[in-house]
């Protein structure tokens, strides 16, 4: 399947998922080998034995160095984005790491030139070009710097320039097993 699947991309071809079917979409992807994380489990072990990553499952070049998730504000999943994302640099996977975020019934409908157009909900594009301060085992990590764009549903955002025509950017920092804005008219979301 995964080969069928990067046939049809290499080709040209549209591809979509909702769901772990937008999960795996990214270079990076959280694999669930064990069961799910939480955002407060993950916050206080980085390297707990459910946090496992996997990468390369599709190549989708506008997606490189991209970890994507889903129903992101329902299930509170920002925290552990962000541990993902603090272990894709902290591992040396990527010299920076960008993500994005979409809830139940929102999509970025994403075309080749990079630009994605957000439906149904807000979306949430995270870039680290830093990697954590702290992250290591059974302890909370220090992650800061996190650049974030919220863009509110009818609004694009260009993955290859990573800028939003309209939306909120703020900026997120972890710290003792919690996660600060600033900058946000959202608060965290």
């Known amino acids: ?43 206080v072990d980085p390297y707990g034995n459910k946090v496992t990553l996997s990468r390369d499952f599709l190549r989708i070049p506008l997606l490189a160095a991209t970890i994507t998730d889903t129903h992101f504000v329902k299930r509170d999943r920002l925290g552990r984005l962000l541990v993902f994302m603090a272990r894709i640099l902290h591992d040396g996977w990527a010299p920076a790491v960008r993500a994005i ?24 594009f995270l870039e680290a070009s830093k990697p954590p301060e702290v992250c290591r085992r059974k302890t909370p990590p220090t992650f800061s710097g996190i650049g974030v764009h919220r863009a509110p549903p009818g609004t694009s955002f260009n993955v290859k320039s990573w800028k939003g025509e309209s939306g909120d950017d703020y900026v997120l ?14 608060g965290l979301y």
């Open 101 to 124: 975020a979409v809830d139940e019934n929102a999509a970025v409908l994403l075309e080749s030139d990079g630009t994605g157009n957000v439906v149904g909900g807000p979306a949430y």
């Open 1 to 43: 399947m995964q080969d069928a699947l990067n046939r049809h991309i290499a080709a040209g071809k549209p591809i979509g998922g909702s769901s772990a079917g937008l999960a795996v979409l990214g270079e990076f992807s959280f694999s669930s080998m064990i069961d799910t994380i939480h955002s407060p489990e993950a916050l």
């Open 173 to 186: 920092n972890v710290a003792g097993g919690q996660v600060k804005a600033s900058g946000s008219e959202h």
